[in-house]
């Protein structure tokens, strides 16, 4: 049986599509049981359904407006995710910062997260436009694109696959966000192999 892929997203979900046509051609070997936004009315959602695959919301605002917690929340969201059994759980976009509580829900299941950035260079949102600025005050010669393990420090855990990425004298701020695009097509998929690899190691492995 394929290893099985749970994305949670939050957009436009170009990386989600990027793993759905990687799996749709045999680059990647897994299936896609679920994918989850925490947002509705977006895009990615509308390319889950073209795909065929199931997809859930659950957004944070009722919660909050509930009164309730976003521990709560995450707990929610953590039972979605067990529920569909994933043998990989992949960040894509999803703008969220989860709780311990989420991730201790997922002691030997891997979480890896897209970001646009290198490992300790802008953490958190808005990397790209954060890169940028940077780059124009000349503190940045470029920046590049990790994917990474998933802990509770905010983008800080190990890297699995990290790529530089050029920044043009040039460049506009879309020109940038297009060429990081293009890497996180890419590395995430490659990213997801080689966790789906090791993880498939360990399993021969016991
Ligand atoms: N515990 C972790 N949670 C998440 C990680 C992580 O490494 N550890 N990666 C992020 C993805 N991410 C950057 O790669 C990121 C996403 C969202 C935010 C953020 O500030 N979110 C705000 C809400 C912002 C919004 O709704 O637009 C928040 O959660 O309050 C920072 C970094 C995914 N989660
Ligand atoms: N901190 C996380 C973060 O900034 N993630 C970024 O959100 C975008 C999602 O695009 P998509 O919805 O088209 O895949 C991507 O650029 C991804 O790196």
């Not at 994917?147 to 190990?158: K, L, N, P, W």
């Not at 696959?161 to 998929?189: F, G, M, N, Y």
């Amino acid at each position: 049986m394929a290893p099985r892929v749970v994305v949670l997203i939050s957009g436009t979900g170009s990386n989600l599509q990027a793993l759905i046509d990687a799996v749709n051609s045999g680059a990647l070997t897994a299936e896609i049981p679920l994918v989850i936004s925490n947002r509705s009315k977006v895009f990615g959602l509308e390319r889950a359904e073209k795909a065929g695959i199931p997809s859930k919301v659950l957004a944070l605002k009722p919660y909050t407006a509930a009164g309730r917690t976003r521990v709560e929340y995450d707990l929610d969201l953590a039972q979605l995710v067990i529920d569909a059994k994933p043998d990989l759980v992949v960040l894509a976009g999803f703008m969220h910062i989860l709780s311990p509580e989420f991730l201790n829900q997922f002691p030997t299941t891997p979480l890896i997260n897209l970001h646009p950035a290198l490992p300790g260079q802008f953490d958190g949102a808005k990397a790209i436009e954060r890169a940028f600025e940077a780059y124009q005050k000349g503190e940045i010669k470029h920046t590049g694109v990790m994917v990474h393990r998933v802990i509770q420090e905010v983008d800080g855990g190990e890297p699995v696959l990290v790529k530089e990425v050029e920044i043009k004298p040039e460049d506009d701020l879309a020109a940038l966000q297009e060429r990081i695009h293009s890497v996180e097509h890419v590395l995430l998929v490659q990213g997801a192999a080689i966790v789906l690899e090791e993880e498939a190691k360990k399993k021969s492995a016991a």
